[in-house]
């Protein structure tokens, strides 16, 4: 029987759910995970790995256009080809036969790229500026995204859930925004099909999206990596939810009382076992939401997150953190993909601490082939979801298009290159000025000085690609910083437009 991909997962009219785990049976018929599926988008220029599950030593029959590869199931059922390297177009057929035949329909060929983080990756176009405006001109078939639905797990799964989307004026609602406008500018540019694949959790820390493998290997992080076994290991389940139900009935007499009282109705309290499944824990989002893709190709990996880990006695791990994540995810999949972040933006939250999650970016920019999208100018103080998603996108773009794929586009702005001290100055030099630096409105703000024991304001003046900090205060200064709060003013650009990045340096930083 020859079915599609998609069909195949109705049963009667009714949808039949994948499981996660997939063990087929002795006599199982060819199954494909979901992320193979109808309207997919798969990397060109590169051999593309198909999988999936069939009975014990089945033979395998794989198709696309003229790429074609055979291969028997291993002794567990699961069976796996590399097609050679595909042109971008479509659309194409895949063919998957075994005792069973799959056809996966509209199957383009272009640029994929996977994007996670926490709520403002998952934040979708319809909470973005100007949506109405943007829903009118979403008429891009050709791009495509696959929501990864599937929740955190305790053990790395095989499969996920979700569905590629067809981009359109009544499907573009739905997807990440940060994704979407970085992939629009890169269909403008590239002129390629474009796939993007979304798994992002709102309210996220970084923990639950690394290997626990990863992260318990690594001394740098044994310190939390503890204190976040202990704290989690004193998880009392039925207590937390007896002390839940106590409150939501607090909560529903409070909430009647309210309305007839015509007041506003107080915040509903969250279930501590729902909010713990969500965050996964240490592992348990990579273990749900990123495990299952692995093997697919993709060009590059963006990531926005940061916000959850800002908080005191946390932010100081991002800085190994993140670079553990890159490598992690680039071990799994077998090579050294491009990856970029979002810089966290201004923002005027009290009890975090975001200067210190801005330089743990910074710092790893040091891990090769990376790039950062700075947004310090584009952040809104009062909400940590900023709608402006459009220029995130642009410059996660801007980056992708000038060092992945050879374009002459600024990628950055300003980063500090080295600093030195001259008399009672710091004489900071930087890369990425475009056309040179530029302060904003005419002046520079936001500049600091240290002896090594405090930091005072600083007057700052351009030179060249330099840039030239004094204090009258600091007679012999030792270390100097820029935007360092959690809500700065933006003053240093450069010629693109595009804002220098906050930082600290001293002595032992260069």
Known sequence: MIVSRKASMFVSGSLVLIACLVTPSVDAEVKLPAIISDHMVLQADAEVPIWGWASPRETVAVRLGQAQADVKAD?????????PKLSAGGPHILEVKGSNTLLVKDVLVGEVWL???????????????????????????????????????????????????ICSPETVA????????????????????????????????????????????SPDLQPLHQSLQTSDGGFDGAKAKAKYEQDLAKWQEAQKK???????????PQDPQA?????????????????????????????YQGEANSTPGKAEYYRYQLPLLINDWRTRWGYDFPFAWVQLPNFGGPGRDWPTVRQAMLDTLKVPN?????????????????????????????????TVYGKSVPTSGPLPRSHERRGNSIVVSFSHVD???????????????GDGTTFKPATAAIEGDNVVVTSRDVANPVAVRYAWSNNPQASLFNGAGLPATPFSLDAGNK
């Not at 002794?75 to 097609?83: A, D, F, H, P, S």
């Not at 790395?156 to 569905?163: L, S």
């Open 435 to 449: 056309g040179g630096l530029v302060a904003k409105d005419g002046e520079l703000s936001g500049f600091e000085v």
């Open 370 to 402: 990376t790039g950062m999208a700075i947004t310090l100018d584009i952040g809104e103080v009062n909400d940590i979801h900023p709608k402006n998603k459009q220029d995130v996108g642009k410059r996660l773009a801007l980056w992708a298009l000038g």
């Open 275 to 303: 909010v713990r499944e969500r965050k996964g824990n240490v592992g348990g989002l990579f273990n749900g939401k990123i495990a299952p893709l692995v093997g697919y190709q993709i060009r590059g990996a963006l990531w």
């Open 174 to 217: 739905r997807f990440s925004a940060t994704a979407y406008f970085f992939g629009r500018e890169l269909h403008k540019s590239l002129g390629v099909p474009i796939g993007l694949i979304n798994s992002s959790v709102g309210g996220t820390p970084i923990e639950p999206w690394i290997s626990l493998e990863a992260q318990a290997a």
């Open 75 to 83: 002794q567990n059922g699961k069976w796996q080809v590399r097609l």
């Open 115 to 165: 994007g996670s983080g926490q709520s403002n990756m998952a934040m979708t176009v319809n909470r973005a500026q100007d949506f109405e405006k943007e829903a009118a001109a979403a008429n891009l078939p050709r791009i495509r995204m696959f929501t990864v639905s599937s929740t955190a797990a305790s053990a790395p799964q095989a499969d996920c859930q979700g569905e590629w989307i």
């Open 258 to 268: 309210a309305k007839a009282a015509g007041q506003p109705i107080p915040k509903r």
